[in-house]
């Protein structure tokens, strides 16, 4: 039987070499094992202190409450592991989603219980609500070409074209070329004469519905602006692009399950800020009640500015057990709500708070959550 020694006299008592001779052997070479790599080492595209800051994450954890319990609900944690990475094909939300949430629902279908939700909620809003979302989808697909160049280098305009349509406005395109315009002036024309803008609830539907597949309904046409006009026309001839997730259909996919969904955002060295306050959690709250716990995912912030920071990964959220709240840290929420100006249970943003969607009316911004670091 073996001996637990607690006292230290024994401890030395044992430790006392005996008088006996000893015949000492050739040491024996033991190779030290190797560190376990931290859990963030193989994520490719991340600077030194988001990674640390992630590591920091994933080894205390993070608390989380369901708002819609209010005082009494009960803290539940989360160890935040990253999922493994996603395709880049303008599925990348609902990949990445379907992988968070356990992968029983495909990425298509989830799409497309996106898109319904929104449609039936949207259907049946009324004028202030559909306005605010109008506002919104035109922000973010129909810009004001003559505003916004303090921010973007380049703005775009999507537009919708039948694929049945696109023989015809090939053809038109064509017949503007042979008359001396250039391909993209003419093909801007067409677009625009032809085509459906996303400017409204009902086309935003039709838009975020196409999936980058032959049995799309519509191609996805882009023009890019700079201040000084039109840069680009892409026709997307082969029907491949697919319609990026944004906020609205993320707060649209958290009311179809009924869970928060949280945007972790790890900024690198060019947003200019220290590794202290590097990473972000963005929640998006369902527009109703919350049964389930929330979905996590990544977003990279390195070189993040403009339309190819928008890719989103998985991230797996293991229960943990709970330790003392007195080692919780609150977490630097910037993003939320934008469908209703009043919601039960979620505090309004104060004004000086950094929005993440700083385009949206200030009576349609709305803090989501009680989330902490552990």
Not at 273 to 281: G, K, L, P, S
Not at 309 to 337: N, R
């Amino acid at each position: 039987m073996g001996k637990l020694l607690c006292d230290s006299g024994a401890v030395a008592e044992a430790l006392t070499p005996s008088s006996a001779s000893v015949g000492w052997s050739d040491p024996v070479h033991i190779t030290a094992p190797t560190p376990d790599p931290e859990p963030w080492d193989g994520v490719r595209g991340l600077e030194d202190q988001q990674r640390r800051h992630l590591a920091r994450i994933h080894a205390r954890g993070v608390l989380w409450k369901n708002p819609s319990e209010g005082q009494a609900a009960e803290s539940v944690g989360f160890s935040l592991e990253h999922g493994g990475e996603v395709e880049a094909d303008g599925n990348c939300l609902f990949t990445a989603a379907r992988t968070a949430m356990g992968g029983k629902v495909g990425a298509r279908e989830l799409r497309q219980r996106t898109v319904g939700r929104f449609l039936e909620d949207y259907g049946r809003d009324d004028g202030v609500g559909r306005r605010a979302i109008d506002a919104a989808i035109q922000h973010l697909y129909l810009p004001d070409l003559r505003a916004g160049w303090g921010v973007h280098v380049v703005q775009e305009v999507k537009l919708l074209a039948k694929k049945a349509d696109r023989p015809v406005l090939d053809a038109s395109i064509q017949e503007l070329v042979d008359l001396g315009l250039q391909r993209e002036v003419a093909a801007e024309s067409i677009y625009k004469e032809q085509c459906m803008a996303v400017e409204d609830g009902e086309s935003w539907g039709k838009y975020m519905s196409i999936s980058g597949l032959p049995e799309d309904e519509y191609d996805i046409i882009t023009l890019q602006y700079t201040e000084a006009g039109l840069l680009t026309v892409d026709e997307n001839q082969d029907g491949h692009a697919a319609a990026f997730g944004d906020d609205i259909a993320i707060e649209s996919l958290a009311t179809e399950f009924k869970r928060e969904v949280y945007v972790v955002q790890a900024h690198g060295s060019d947003a200019m800020v220290d590794e202290e306050n590097c990473v972000f959690f963005l929640p998006h709250r369902p527009r109703g009640q919350i049964c389930e716990p929330p979905i996590f995912l990544f977003m990279k912030g390195t070189g993040w500015c403009g339309a190819g920071g928008d890719h989103y990964e998985p991230l797996m959220a293991t229960p943990i057990p709970l330790i003392s709240q007195e080692k919780a840290a609150v977490a630097k929420p910037f993003l939320v709500g934008i469908w209703r100006s009043k919601v039960d249970g979620i505090q309004a943003c104060e004004p000086d708070k950094l929005t993440y969607m700083d385009f949206f009316p200030p009576e349609h911004q709305l803090c989501a959550g009680d989330f902490q670091n552990i």
